[in-house]
């Protein structure tokens, strides 16, 4: 029998007690005529390849799916380039870097984070125990790999790059990364998060792959939630050396990626030409969208990726609340701006709209 006590509560670790909450967009209400341009996702709905492969996969759900996604594995690894053993699948590439960062670090070690940046990054690094020393963004809203360089310390066993960098939109220069690889010391681990690279345009951004068979200390993450439009069913991936990767599937939780989900994922890959024809449509309409708005007279920083940034300081929260009035979700980041997905066009339309109003009404 237990015996009494005095405080039944359960004391939480003191990384977990003082974590921020994260929080997602705004999910629109069933019914409500409004667009959705809060959470980066891909306007489009799955193909209908893919949902049949769905549909299929829906009869073996009595059985555990393939632990370790072995024929997803192999094709995104064949689809690159690359040996199975580099690469690690989980579910969604943020579930994924939960398992890089455990990997390689825990209570007392640090990490390097550009900010502001994903709002997962901060909560991912202290769930491992590590404390995250943050590097404020350039002005432009680019990351700013000198002083992110310069941060390293002795303690420092990973730094997150984010290119392009969620929410401002810029992706690194080959240049500077290059030039910042040099200054890491090799057993600080480089992560280089590509949610979003299907999207990039920008001749000076690196080639990853490139980098991975140069630095062993360098791991890229991707994602199906984007450019492949799978957000729902959470498939993202880890590339790294063999060595590395490994120790990143140790840590990952068994079975964490469904057996819809690799089914998904696969027919997406066997699709792949038709889903970025898609992406081509949704940067030009992120080319569409930067243009007006800088025609409008916005500053906002370049996007190589499916969202624009507004810097709009305190303000940020007006405007997300006026774009919801017109029936536009946006996301707002309080005191710092807010951040539209490229969504389909009639939806950044009215994006641009308020955007429009807002300026001309004299705020
Ligand atoms: N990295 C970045 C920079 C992101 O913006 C996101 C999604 N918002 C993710 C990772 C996570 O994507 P997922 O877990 O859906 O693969």
Redesign the pocket.
Known sequence: MLSAVTDPRVPLRPAIAGLPAYVPGARVQVGAAAFKLS??ENPYPPLPSVVAAIVDGASDVNRYPDMHASELTAAVAASLGLEASSVVVGC??????GHVLTAVCGEGDDVVIPWR??E?YPIAVALTGAAATRVPLAVDGRLDLVAMAAAIGPRTRAVLV?T????TGPAVRAAELATFLAAVPPHVLVVL?E??VEFVRDPEAPDALGLLAEFANVVV?R????AYGL?GL???YALAEPGLAQGIRAATTPFSVSHLAQVAALASLAARGELLDRVDAIVAERVRMLAALRAQGWTVPDSQANFVWLPLGDHADAFAAAATRAGVLVRPFAGDGVRVSVGEPEANDLALEVAHDWLTSGR
């Open positions: 959470s980066n969604g590439s943020v579930a994924v870097l940046s994903f997962a984010c392009p960098n969620n929410p998060d949610a979003y993450l994602t199906f939630s984007k957000a959470r498939v993202g």
